[in-house]
């Protein structure tokens, strides 16, 4: 069963919505309903648990280097070397 709302918008939002509907050949229902579907898409993947795994050897060192990509800056290193870090963290953790 759907549920009815009234929605009351500015006028410029108002404007912009039944022209991207209308330029979508689609309902105004429509084109707000796929806004929100994609607003909640992106919410609930936002909301995912994280579940690493790495081999217990991996596990046992406390530090790794990485090496460094070839086109890579120094700071790209950086962020990719303290991704890896927290994830294998997150790995220890369980």
Same mark, same amino acid.
């Not at 994280?50 to 081999?55: D, K």
């Not at 890579?72 to 990719?80: C, F, G, N, Q, Y």
């Given at each position: 069963?759907?549920?009815a709302f009234t929605m009351r918008f500015r006028p410029e939002v108002a404007?912009? #919505?039944? *022209?991207? @509907?209308r330029a979508g050949n689609r309902s105004v229902t429509n084109f707000v309903e796929t806004l929100l579907l994609r607003e909640k898409a992106r919410y609930e993947e936002s909301q995912r648990? %994280?579940? #690493?795994? @790495?081999?217990d050897?991996?596990?046992r060192h406390a530090r790794h280097d990485l090496v460094r990509d070839a086109d *890579?800056? *120094?700071? *790209? =290193? @950086? #962020?990719?070397a303290d %991704?890896?870090? @927290?994830?294998?963290? =997150?790995a220890r953790r369980g």
């Open positions: 069963m759907r549920g404007e912009f #919505v039944q *022209e991207q @509907a648990q %994280l579940t #690493v795994q @790495a081999p050897e991996l596990l *890579e800056t *120094e700071s *790209e =290193h @950086a #962020v990719r %991704l890896f870090t @927290a994830l294998l963290d =997150h």
